[in-house]
């Protein structure tokens, strides 16, 4: 049974740091490339970033870039998201997600991937 469970979210100020961590069991974790999504209330699920089994080639939306960080630890099969300098409009539960047999750039869209997570609620005070 695969399972992707998310961990690290919480409340914190504006300006504030958070790690996101997601932790994979079920799946050869080495052969799959990791996204992070997330979906505030009332829009639909956005792309956050991805990274591939290899860790390069990482990509990130550009509401995020510079300020968020993915990697991953093939060896715990965790995929993390460092959250730096975070702004209220990042509030929204975050979801991790499992992508195979893919060689080269991740999908941005929620459909292109096999598994999820059940997200971490991450809320940004101003």
């Known amino acids: 049974q695969v399972q992707l469970v998310e961990s690290g979210g919480g409340l914190v100020q504006a300006g504030g740091s958070l790690r996101l961590s997601c932790a994979v069991s079920g799946l050869t974790f080495g052969r799959y490339g990791m996204g992070w999504f997330r979906q505030a209330p009332g829009k639909e699920r956005e792309f956050v970033a991805s990274?591939?089994?290899?860790?390069?080639?990482?990509y990130y939306a550009d509401s995020v870039k510079g300020r968020f960080t993915i990697s991953r630890d093939n060896a715990k099969s965790t995929v993390y998201l460092q959250q730096n300098s975070l702004k209220p409009e990042d509030t929204a539960v975050y979801y991790c997600?499992?992508?195979?047999?893919?060689?080269?750039?991740?999908?941005?869209?929620?459909?292109?991937?096999?598994?999820w997570g059940q997200g971490t609620q991450v809320t940004v005070s101003s």
């Open positions: 990274i591939p089994w290899s860790g390069r080639t990482i």
């Open positions: 997600a499992a992508r195979g047999g893919l060689v080269g750039r991740l999908p941005e869209n929620a459909a292109g991937y096999d598994y």
